[in-house]
T-cell receptor, first 111, second 114 residues
Framework: AAGVIQSPRHLIKEKRETATLKCYPI?????VYWYQQGPGQDPQFLIS???????DKGSIPDRFSAQQFSDYHSELNMSSLELGDSALYFC??????????FGPGTRLTVL | DAKTTQPTSMDCAEGRAANLPCNHS???????VYWYRQIHSQGPQYIIH???NNETNEMASLIITEDRKSSTLILPHATLRDTAVYYC???????????????FGKGITLSVRP
């Protein structure tokens, strides 16, 4: 069965640089969620989209933005990267707010 | 979302049933109980969810008490591959997306021993 695809799987950036993470949901899933998991922490919700509109927002820094495109894929844009942004970033998709299926994650390292 | 309380860790022998408890004493009438697990650094994996009736699927069974203040996830025949952090999450049903996010607590670390 098709799963959620995230790219890249690993990303290394310098402080103050920008990064773009991509998420391709399971076909026919119209809702996308982004979560951040710092080292030794539990996943924390960042933001979600339903039918290309933002549906909920969590503790996402103002330096981060995201959107969902017409083909339902989503991108998380991160600017002015800080050391504390080093984390695993998970994308999950669901058919309209039901159970969420997670991708393998993108490991971001900020040096 | 209502808060959940889980033990920090537990272990069980391979081939035996693993019973993972969860307390959610402040759960509201429209809130479901969800279980996810995370194997080291992989994406969380959906296991099962329920409202008030017991549920079973190919992975596990979910037993919810009649007052809905607690539940138990049962892995009937644990294997080494079931070693993971298991999260019990309470989440309201939503038609608008608001509050459809998952709020992860600390979870319980299950260690399956040979």
């Amino acid at each position: 069965a098709a799963g959620v695809i995230q790219s890249p799987r690993h990303l290394i950036k310098e402080k103050r640089e920008t990064a773009t993470l991509k998420c391709y949901p399971i076909p026919r899933h119209d809702t996308v969620y982004w979560y951040q998991q710092g080292p030794g922490q539990d996943p924390q919700f960042l933001i979600s989209f339903y039918e290309k509109m933002q549906s909920d927002k969590g503790s996402i820094p103002d330096r981060f933005s995201a959107q969902q495109f017409s083909d339902y894929h989503s991108e998380l844009n991160m600017s002015s990267l800080e050391l504390g942004d080093s984390a695993l970033y998970f994308c999950a998709s669901s058919p309209k707010f039901s159970e969420q299926f997670f991708g393998p994650g993108t490991r971001l390292t900020v040096l | 979302d209502a808060k959940t309380t889980q033990p920090t860790s537990m272990d069980c022998a391979e081939g035996r049933a693993a019973n993972l408890p969860c307390n959610h004493s402040t759960i509201s009438g429209n809130e479901y109980v969800y279980w996810y697990r995370q194997i080291h650094s992989q994406g969380p994996q959906y296991i099962i969810h329920g409202l008030k009736n017991n549920e079973t699927n190919e992975m596990a069974s979910l037993i919810i008490t009649e007052d809905r203040k607690s539940s138990t996830l049962i892995l009937p025949h644990a294997t080494l591959r079931d070693t993971a952090v298991y999260y019990c999450i309470v989440r309201a049903s939503s038609d608008t997306g608001a509050n459809s996010k998952l709020t992860f607590g600390k979870g319980i670390t299950l260690s399956v021993r040979p």
